[in-house]
């Protein structure tokens, strides 16, 4: 079983800065994409970013420039360093991660639990 546990969030003033931190634990053979997405309140579940094993990223416009994500493949973390935050970036941040375990071929996916990220002076 894999499980996804997110830390970093709290509270912020506009123009500060935050990282939040993913870890992947459990039976993994390997970790495809991982990611960040956030739901602010009353909103649907939106993308922030995406990064591929090999480094590849992905970021929604509205945070390019921005937040930074990056991850450790030896310690299966993911990371969003999030600089110059804006009232808009408050939300609950979920991480992501394509996971496929020893004895499969097949790659299941998996959700943090969620961290809130408030912005706000």
């Known amino acids: 079983q894999v499980q996804l546990v997110e830390s970093g969030g709290g509270l912020v003033q506009p123009g500060g800065s935050l990282r939040l931190s993913c870890a992947a634990a459990?039976?993994?053979?390997?970790?495809?994409?991982m990611g960040w997405y956030r739901q602010p309140p009353e909103k649907q579940r939106e993308l922030v970013a995406t990064i591929t094993r090999s480094a590849n990223t992905n970021y929604a416009d509205s945070v390019k420039g921005r937040f930074t994500i990056s991850r450790d493949n030896v310690k299966n973390t993911v990371y969003l360093q999030k600089n110059s935050l804006k009232p808009e970036d408050a939300a609950d941040y979920y991480c992501?991660?394509?996971?496929?375990?020893?004895?499969?071929?097949?790659?299941?996916?998996?959700w943090g639990q969620g961290t809130q990220v408030t912005v706000s002076s």
């Open positions: 992501h991660a394509q996971v496929r375990a020893p004895a499969s071929v097949t790659d299941n996916n998996y």
């Open positions: 459990g039976s993994i053979s390997g970790i495809g994409v």
